[in-house]
């Protein structure tokens, strides 16, 4: 009997140690490494196109993002929002931006930031940028998950300073982030 006992508490120590950090998931145990998410324009805009988010590590992302009807040569900031709730017309249904550990607005490579600051998108003449991006302190479903939150371009450049946003200005453009078919 005791030897059972000994046996099914260090089983259930293992399946705890193994589902920490977020990383279980459906009865495969698998948590999903591969995100997208498709982007609608916001009222009164023509932004489309798609992100995908690659989970490299433990706390690392690789972001490919495709976006066309931005406008012509402009820079577009782009994060992570904290909810993946797209219902407002205007996308303010998503909250600020993501932070889950309480750092300062910052740009993708400075050391404080937000895990959601991805610094700008670049538009060409044509209103089509494309972007791959590596950024640290984020996964699609590990440590500070994106899966489930939205992506969000805005009408202005990310200054990479301006407390708590980056002086923006709106949003055009929102894509909840879902988990993506495998490749
Ligand atoms: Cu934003
Ligand atoms: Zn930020």
Redesign the pocket.
Known sequence: MRAIAIVCLVSTIILLTACGGGRCGDAKGACPTEAIAVLQPTKGNAVAGTVRFSQQGDDTLLIVAEVSGLSANGQHAF?VHEFGDASAPDAESAG????PEGH???GPDSEE??A??FGNLQADAQGKARLELTARGVTVCGRNPVLGRSIIIHAKA?DLSTQ???NAGPRIAIGVIGVAKAP
């Open positions: 994060h600020g931006h993501y932070n300062a607005h910052g930031r937000h959601g600051d990310d708590p946003s980056g």
